[in-house]
């Protein structure tokens, strides 16, 4: 915005301790530095509430997208079926048995462990 390059700056302090003189320059740098200080406040106080104001629009964003798929409820069809439930579904083992009783079950007999180095028995 403002293009000052050291000359310039040169220009107005020389300008500022002639007007001012040497007494009150000090005060005078005090004022200005507490005036900036107070610039920059204000300036970090709109950005914050910038940043929350895109934020909250940000929220609302989400809140219309979420409303309107809850709105398009993608599964009411399966609201409308009937679903079986295991006791209404017809008795299937009268036409597939599920077990095969034919052949003669066998005894499951846990594996022996061994430990490193040990020989399992012959059979």
Do not use: Y
Not at 56 to 66: F, G, T
């Amino acid at each position: 915005m403002f293009d000052l390059s050291w000359s310039h700056i040169l220009i107005v302090l020389v300008v500022a301790l002639i007007v001012v003189g040497p007494k009150d320059l000090p005060r005078l740098m005090r004022t200005a530095g507490q005036w900036m200080a107070k610039a920059r406040e204000m300036a970090n106080q709109f950005k914050t509430s910038f940043d929350e104001m895109s934020r909250q629009a940000e929220l609302d964003d989400l809140r219309k997208e979420i409303d309107a798929l809850r709105n398009q409820r993608p599964l009411a069809d399966l609201e409308n079926q009937s679903l079986l439930l295991p006791e209404d579904q017809p008795d299937r083992t009268q036409t597939e048995p599920l077990i095969d009783h034919s052949a003669p079950e066998k005894a499951l007999e846990p594996e022996p462990v061994f430990a490193p180095g040990d020989k399992p028995p012959a059979p």
